[in-house]
């Protein structure tokens, strides 16, 4: 997560906090940064690492370029020096696919090539795989749809992740925080690594919504097509 999206959420939560509790403390205001630096860097990804394919990946690759190939090319065999008219027999030509070890020259040779061109490859850490799958669980277990989540007001599922993110401690399952945006009954806070997944998944609900109106940034409603309110 950059720092710029960073400081973007902070102030998308921000507001959506005073928009229903305009009492808002300047201690309050300043441990929102806090807060939602702790949720995000759970989705920090590892350092990336070397890209490398196993000897069982290799021989399918190889495998693939000799199905590719079929029994259509061969090499020649006979040296240019060597080489005149009428002197060039069946004996000086032979077909690629009935030597594995000509077909793993090849087959390395495109692996390296590909993977010179993308060297590292980018590991999610478990704590991103679980707030994508988290995201993913809301979309297709409680039906939060990004059509769903389009219906919300800006600044809504930005202050439920903030919720999330800050006050689950003092506000057990069914009493939410006052600035819980929704029913009491979808406040069902946990273990505090399980909150702040929840709460990235919200965050990244909102970034999305965001997205699909890139007019809507915080001064903007989004279902009037991203004019000022």
């Known amino acids: 997560m950059h720092e710029r999206q960073l ?68 090499d020649c065999m006979r040296v240019w ?8 027999s069946a004996d000086d030509f032979h077909c690629i696919t009935d030597d594995g070890e000509r077909l793993s020259d090849i087959a390395d040779a495109a692996i390296n090539a590909l993977l010179a061109a993308n060297p590292t490859e980018q590991r999610m850490s478990d704590a991103e795989r679980d707030v994508l799958a988290e995201r993913a669980r809301q979309v297709n277990e409680e039906g939060w749809t990004p059509e769903h989540d389009d219906a919300h007001r800006p600044h809504e599922m930005s202050c439920a992740a903030g919720c999330y993110a800050m006050y689950t401690l003092a506000y057990p ?20 690594r399980r909150n702040l997944i929840k709460a990235c998944a919200l965050l990244l609900a909102e970034i999305e919504r965001i997205d699909r109106d890139p007019g809507d940034e915080s001064i903007h409603h989004h279902t009037r097509g991203g004019d000022q309110a």
């Open 173 to 192: 399952a069914g009493d939410p925080p006052p600035q819980w945006p929704w029913h009491a009954a979808w406040w069902k806070p946990t273990t505090h």
């Open 7 to 74: 400081r973007a959420i902070h102030a998308q939560a921000c507001a959506a906090v005073a928009l229903v509790d305009r009492t808002i403390t300047p201690i309050d205001e300043q441990f929102w940064p806090l807060y939602l630096s702790a949720a995000l860097a759970a989705v920090e990804p590892e350092a990336p690492q070397a890209v490398t394919l196993s000897d069982e990946q290799r021989v399918r690759v190889r495998d693939a370029i000799a199905e590719a190939i079929g029994g259509d090319a061969y």
């Open 81 to 88: 020096s060597e080489w005149g008219v009428g002197t060039m």
